[in-house]
């Protein structure tokens, strides 16, 4: 059978396919990316017919082997191997191709035609990914075959080998780039460092083939696929036994934030909810007794509570957009000295209520940071607010500006002599409800989304936040930021 025909009768069925129904809405909204498809299948099927008719000797043997390593091709391509969780798995190709090519050399390209279109549609692949993957095998197979020739230097099927992998793995990103239909089930990524080394194993049949015949040869591949399948399933079991380790371990934590959420929810929303209550029913006795003087004082309380989880709520909401969603504004330069200005503005009477000293350093030429002036205040805010919560009556905070260690970066920092953090603490410091287990933490009113909230500021503004801290002696936070000069 020639190339023409397995293409043909597998494009015409395609066609009639997608004209004889209706075109649903949601095809309809991908159909410039299905355009653009269909033209790249079209264009690289083009090419591995010209290198089909322009190579030499490539009409179908009537060699009784050349059928038998045809389906052999077809079982590499579908004894597909995945090394690393999450990523697509590599078809074991390479040796099959390897004894295909030095047994018939370039007669061996519509076979390897027929063996990518059947293997693609038993892998449940369809439209015109059927095509462009076989195009890829058989430009590859054409390109390793006449590199192998060409070369005296080295062994030909060692040249095979390493320009077959090569050229599918670059075809292969070409097609990633260049398709733009959306995604749906695609061939395997090939896998270079898999491959190579697998090759010299395809040495085994050629020798029996040479000693023995053509029968040996096939036994020889036979039994050597048969070998392939039982590594593949090992790997795979390994790859697949790591995956489900790593689901254990998501499930584990999503119980533990789980358990955080329940946290929070029993004691920083009850003591609030149940102020409001209780005021809420002194305020309506104390209506019903004529008592309009306690009125007023009983509104506050209830005003406070609310206004307590209302920005409990905000907090919760904010993290959720900073995670989820790219909707921000963009950064701009800020002036690191007047954002320090403002935060002392608004907590230094805080700090002076417990007889702190709030000290400012910055230098007088640092160079304005690229942020967002809004989440960068706030996140200040943050630390600030916890270094007066944390640090005892008497002690000293320090908050800085300076040029970063790296290039075309700025540093922002806040360091005070409170109580300090362990090893431990910090490993968990900017986990959602994270609370440290220290009594004197315990102590004082907190949901654990602060240090949350405020990693997730600077994260989305392009900055990474550092803590080092001796327990007993006081804790330093260092945002590190990218400068206007960058």
């Given at each position: 059978?020639?190339?023409?025909?397995?293409?043909?009768?597998?494009?015409?069925?395609?066609?009639?396919?997608?004209?004889?129904?209706?075109?649903?809405?949601?095809?309809?909204?991908?159909?410039?990316?299905?355009?653009?498809?269909?033209?790249?299948?079209?264009?690289?099927?083009?090419?591995?017919?010209?290198?089909?008719?322009?190579?030499?000797?490539?009409?179908?043997?009537?060699?009784?082997?050349?059928?038998?390593?045809?389906?052999?091709?077809?079982?590499?391509?579908?004894?597909?191997?995945?090394?690393?969780?999450?990523?697509?798995?590599?078809?074991?190709?390479?040796?099959?191709?390897?004894?295909?090519?030095?047994?018939?050399?370039?007669?061996?390209?519509?076979?390897?035609?027929?063996?990518?279109?059947m293997a693609n549609l038993l892998r449940g692949m369809r439209g015109p990914r059927v095509l462009s993957t076989a195009a890829h095998l058989v430009l590859a197979f054409a390109v390793a075959d006449a590199a192998g020739r060409a070369t005296g230097a080295l062994p030909s099927w060692l040249v095979f080998a390493v320009v077959f992998a090569v050229a599918r793995l670059a075809l292969w990103h070409l097609a990633a780039r260049l398709e733009t239909a959306p995604p749906q089930a695609r061939a395997e990524q090939p896998e270079v460092l898999l491959s190579l080394p697998l090759a010299p194993i395809g040495l085994l049949p050629l020798a029996a083939g040479e000693r023995l015949g053509d029968g040996a040869l096939l036994l020889a591949m036979a039994a050597l696929l048969a070998l392939l399948f039982v590594v593949?399933?090992?790997?795979?079991?390994?790859?697949?036994?790591?995956?489900?380790?790593?689901?254990?371990?998501?499930?584990?934590?999503?119980?533990?934030?789980?358990?955080?959420?329940?946290?929070?929810?029993?004691?920083?929303?009850?003591?609030?909810?149940?102020?409001?209550?209780?005021?809420?029913?002194?305020?309506?006795?104390?209506?019903?007794?004529?008592?309009?003087?306690?009125?007023?004082?009983?509104?506050?309380?209830?005003?406070?509570?609310?206004?307590?989880?209302?920005?409990?709520?905000?907090?919760?909401?904010?993290?959720?957009?900073?995670?989820?969603?790219?909707?921000?504004?963009?950064?701009?330069?800020?002036?690191?000295?007047?954002?320090?200005?403002?935060?002392?503005?608004?907590?230094?009477?805080?700090?002076?209520?417990?007889?702190?000293?709030?000290?400012?350093?910055?230098?007088?030429?640092?160079?304005?940071?690229?942020?967002?002036?809004?989440?960068?205040?706030?996140?200040?805010?943050?630390?600030?607010?916890?270094?007066?919560?944390?640090?005892?009556?008497?002690?000293?905070?320090?908050?800085?500006?300076?040029?970063?260690?790296?290039?075309?970066?700025?540093?922002?920092?806040?360091?005070?002599?409170?109580?300090?953090?362990?090893?431990?603490?910090?490993?968990?410091?900017?986990?959602?409800?994270?609370?440290?287990?220290?009594?004197?933490?315990?102590?004082?009113?907190?949901?654990?989304?602060?240090?949350?909230?405020?990693?997730?500021?600077?994260?989305?503004?392009?900055?990474?936040?550092?803590?080092?801290?001796?327990?007993?002696?006081?804790?330093?936070?260092?945002?590190?930021?990218?400068?206007?000069?960058?």
């Open positions: 059978m020639s190339i023409w025909g397995v293409i043909t009768p597998a494009f015409a069925t395609e066609a009639q396919s997608k004209a004889g129904r209706a075109l649903p809405r949601r095809w309809l909204g991908h159909l410039p990316g299905r355009v653009g498809t269909y033209a790249y299948a079209a264009a690289v099927s083009l090419a591995a017919l010209a290198a089909t008719v322009v190579a030499r000797g490539t009409m179908p043997s009537s060699d009784e082997a050349y059928a038998p390593l045809a389906i052999a091709l077809i079982v590499g391509l579908l004894l597909t191997v995945r090394l690393t969780p999450g990523r697509a798995a590599a078809a074991m190709v390479l040796i099959p191709a390897l004894v295909f090519d030095a047994r018939f050399g370039a007669a061996a390209l519509p076979a390897v035609a027929y063996s990518g279109i593949r399933e090992a790997a795979n079991l390994a790859t697949a036994r790591a995956e489900t380790e790593g689901e254990r371990d998501r499930l584990a934590r999503a119980n533990a934030l789980q358990d955080d959420l329940i946290h929070l929810i029993t004691h920083e929303l009850r003591n609030p909810l149940t102020l409001v209550v209780s005021y809420a029913q002194l305020a309506r006795r104390a209506a019903f007794d004529d008592n309009n003087e306690a009125i007023p004082g009983y509104i506050d309380h209830i005003e406070k509570a609310g206004r307590s989880i209302e920005r409990l709520m905000e907090n919760l909401l904010q993290l959720s957009k900073l995670e989820r969603t790219d909707a921000l504004p963009p950064s701009e330069s800020v002036d690191l000295p007047l954002v320090i200005k403002q935060v002392v503005a608004d907590l230094g009477p805080l700090a002076k209520q417990k007889q702190q000293t709030l000290r400012v350093e910055t230098a007088d030429d640092l160079e304005p940071a690229l942020a967002m002036p809004l989440l960068l205040r706030e996140a200040l805010s943050n630390l600030v607010s916890n270094a007066v919560k944390y640090t005892p009556q008497g002690g000293e905070i320090t908050i800085w500006a300076a040029r970063g260690s790296r290039p075309h970066s700025m540093e922002l920092g806040v360091r005070d002599s409170g109580i300090g953090l362990s090893p431990e603490d910090q490993q968990r410091l900017f986990t959602k409800f994270f609370r440290s287990s220290d009594p004197r933490v315990q102590r004082e009113r907190g949901s654990g989304l602060g240090l949350a909230l405020t990693h997730a500021m600077v994260v989305r503004m392009g900055g990474t936040i550092t803590v080092t801290s001796t327990l007993g002696e006081g804790t330093t936070f260092r945002l590190t930021l990218p400068s206007r000069a960058a």
